[in-house]
Nanobody, 125 residues
Framework: QLQASGGGLVQAGGSLRLSCAAS????????MGWFRQPPGKEREFVAA????????NYADSVKGRFTISRDDAKNAAYLQMNSLKPEDTAVYYC????????????????????WGQGTQVTVSS
């Protein structure tokens, strides 16, 4: 089970750090991802991190501004969001991909096995 938190209302240019806590399973068995769903739009990929090695992949729209990380000792993943823009406004979801691949990151929604409940991020202009 995944629990996302850390969302809120922030002004453009500000920062937020989202957290994703896993309560079950062996966290290190999962590659992790963050997705978002802007109002009236489809869910889209934001960032992903591999099981080990810290390999990360980002959507072009967030490269250089967002950083994904994980702490297996705490069963948690994070998304540090800097230089936020109004177009980053969305419900953000964390997801876990149970994979045998150590260094792979996934952008496909269908690749993920478990999803958190979402946390709202609103960026005002």
């Amino acid at each position: 089970q995944l629990q996302a938190s850390g969302g809120g209302l922030v002004q453009a240019g500000g920062s937020l750090r989202l957290s994703c806590a896993a309560s079950e399973g062996t966290f290190s068995s999962y590659a992790m991802g963050w997705f978002r769903q802007p109002p009236g739009k489809e869910r889209e990929f934001v960032a992903a991190i591999s099981r080990i090695g810290g390999r990360a992949n980002y959507a072009d729209s967030v490269k250089g501004r967002f950083t994904i990380s994980r702490d297996d000792a705490k069963n948690a993943a994070y998304l540090q969001m800097n230089s936020l823009k109004p177009e980053d406004t969305a419900v953000y979801y964390c997801a876990a991909d149970r994979t045998n691949m150590y260094f792979v990151t996934e952008e496909r929604i269908g690749a993920y096995d478990y999803w958190g409940q979402g946390t709202q991020v609103t960026v005002s202009s």
